[in-house]
């Protein structure tokens, strides 16, 4: 085997390890997206279903429960630390 036709084979093996590369990178980005895709779905469901929880835990307790809960999400009747600062000294009191 003469240089030209090593050069040759490792051009040729260069090349088809190359397209197998690119395949396989285009494979992988797809499958990022599909999963990206399916993870911001649920996402957005668990967001959702959050939502819904804080709305019918307030409405079924009046908001008693919001002085001690501790769920990480943006509830809207979440009452801020001077509002709380209230509620439990009126809690105090009552008892």
């Known amino acids: 085997m003469n240089l030209e036709e ?11 390890e190359n397209k ?10 797809e499958e990022y997206g599909k999963k990206l895709s399916n993870l911001k ?3 957005d469901s668990l967001k959702e279903n959050c939502r819904a929880l804080c709305n019918r835990c307030f409405a079924l307790t009046k908001g008693v429960t ?30």
Not at 8 to 16: G, Y
Not at 20 to 29: C, E, G, V
């Open 6 to 16: 090593f050069k040759k084979a490792l051009s040729s093996d260069a090349t088809e």
């Open 20 to 29: 197998q590369l690119k395949k396989q990178l285009s494979d992988l980005q």
């Open 41 to 43: 779905s649920e996402n």
């Open 66 to 95: 919001c002085l001690f809960c501790c769920i990480d999400y943006p509830c809207p009747h979440m009452p801020n630390f001077q509002e709380r600062v209230k509620m439990a000294s009126k809690l105090r009191k009552e008892v």
